[in-house]
């Protein structure tokens, strides 16, 4: 069984959630803000993890596998919400929009 180096991922451990405090994929052209709370549990050989306030969830064998996926998963939030133009999205989109924001912001390149 591979162990999961929870350093080099940024997750930090708490009693039934990690937060996420960064994205692991330098691919990933965005950086958080805050710390994203997700739930994890392991059942029948996978994890499964969520965010219940962003309505992500994946599982996977692999927590890393994981952790990536979701990470993704935000990443296509981001596209699909953020940006887009505001006059393009419902009310229900435009505070979604507003609530990732409040997580995380483009990298900025020198």
């Given amino acids: ?17 990690f937060e996420l405090e960064d994205f692991s994929d330098p691919e990933i052209p965005l950086k ?6 997700l739930n994890v549990t392991f059942e029948n050989g ?36 953020v940006l887009e133009k505001d006059e393009k999205l419902a ?5 979604f929009k507003k609530l990732i924001q409040t997580y995380a912001e483009e990298k900025h390149v020198l």
């Fill in 32 to 37: 958080l803000i805050r710390p994203l709370k």
């Fill in 1 to 17: 069984m591979t162990r999961t180096n929870f350093e080099a991922l940024k997750i930090k451990p708490t009693p039934f959630t």
């Fill in 46 to 81: 996978k994890y499964f993890v969520e965010s219940e306030e962003l309505n992500m969830f994946t599982f996977n064998h692999d927590l890393e596998k994981v952790i990536s996926d979701l990470e993704w998963y935000f990443f296509a939030l981001w596209e699909n919400y």
């Fill in 91 to 95: 009310s229900s989109g435009l505070r």
